[in-house]
């Protein structure tokens, strides 16, 4: 079985913390898997994946809020409220963060801004 990484995520410049049990997904068969077969996110829940600059949410049974960020963990584009069976991407991410739909303006996540990734 292979254990679960998980990391926080912060606003760099506050150190005001938007979530705090990110699962990693830095693997073939966890970035495949994704938040498939869950039923929801609480809130400072969420995903992190990592390589990736587009996700699907085909097969998914909740909506959930993006956030693309480049190599260094700045916020290069927020989807919000993205439903079952639609499609994201942005050419400039390295990583995806999906977070609980409403999310994304419950912490004033915007673009442009540098976040700040603790794994442990």
């Not at 606003?11 to 938007?18: G, M, Q, S, V, Y």
């Amino acid at each position: 079985m292979i254990k679960k990484r998980y990391c926080q995520v912060y606003h760099a410049d506050i150190r005001e913390l938007i979530a705090e049990r990110i699962e990693v997904a830095n693997g073939f068969f966890t970035r495949f898997k994704g938040l498939l077969g869950r039923k929801g996110l609480q809130e400072g829940e969420g995903l992190l994946l990592s390589p990736c600059s587009s996700i699907h949410c085909f097969g998914m049974q909740f909506p959930i809020d993006t956030v693309f960020l480049d190599k260094q963990y700045k916020v290069v584009d927020v989807c919000a409220n993205l439903n079952p069976g639609s499609m994201a991407s942005h050419h400039q991410a390295r990583y995806v963060l999906e977070l609980k739909a409403g999310e994304a303006e419950r912490n004033k996540i915007e673009i442009g801004e540098q976040l700040s990734v603790r794994f442990g």
